[in-house]
Each structure stands twice: as C-alpha cells, then as structure tokens.
C-alpha cells in the first residue's frame, strides 16, 4: 500500500505565497512523473504542474512564473511553491504519484487533498 500526503496549505492574501508538500510512503520501489492538481468549486480538477523522475517540468500556463514544481527522491517528496497567488488559485490541490510498488506493479495514487484560498 502507498499513502500520498499533502501539507501546506491555507489562507493567504492575494500576492503572497505558500508551499505544497506531498510525501509518499509505504511499499515503493520507484516513483516515476509526480503531479500537481487541482480543484476549484464547480469546475473540472486541472492539472497544475508535473515533474519527473529526472526533474523535467511543466506547467499550466496560468501559473507559469507563478508556480515552481520540485521534487526530492530520497524523501519521496515533492514540494509546489506558489508565488504571487491570485484568488482564482483558491481550489483544492491534489498530488499524484505514478508508483512502482515493490511487488512491481504500476499505479497512480492520490493524497487527499488540501485547502488553498486567496483573498482579494
């Protein structure tokens, strides 16, 4: 089993930052792309950013210059900071993890969750 962990956020005033932590946990072999979503109220879960296993990246545009994706592969950890936030980041964000478990089997898992609003 493999749990996915996301810390961090909370209410910021508009133009101010936060960081995202995921931690992964549990029967991992390898972690291959990790990836940011999220989710705002009444619209579709977006993707925010993605990084992989060799750290390559990319971005929604609405959040490019804003947003920096980073991950470290010993602590099976990935991080999202947010810069210059607007109130229409406020969403819930989400980790995914692209996991080979330890019985070598492929799977993506998701964490929970976690509040991010931006005050006007």
């Known amino acids: 089993q493999v749990q996915l962990v996301e810390s961090g956020g909370g209410l910021v005033q508009a133009g101010g930052s936060l960081r995202l932590s995921c931690a992964a946990s549990g029967s991992i072999f390898s972690i291959n792309d990790m990836t940011w979503y999220r989710q705002a109220p009444g619209k579709q879960r977006e993707l925010v950013a993605r990084i992989t296993s060799g750290s390559s990246t990319n971005y929604a545009d609405s959040v490019k210059g804003r947003f920096t994706i980073s991950r470290d592969n010993a602590k099976n950890t990935m991080y999202l900071q947010m810069n210059s936030l607007k109130p229409e980041d406020t969403a819930v964000y989400y980790c995914?993890?692209?996991?080979?478990?330890?019985?070598?089997?492929?799977?993506?898992?998701w964490g929970q969750g976690t509040q991010v609003t931006v005050s006007s």
């Open positions: 995914n993890a692209d996991v080979l478990t330890t019985a070598l089997i492929r799977l993506a898992y």
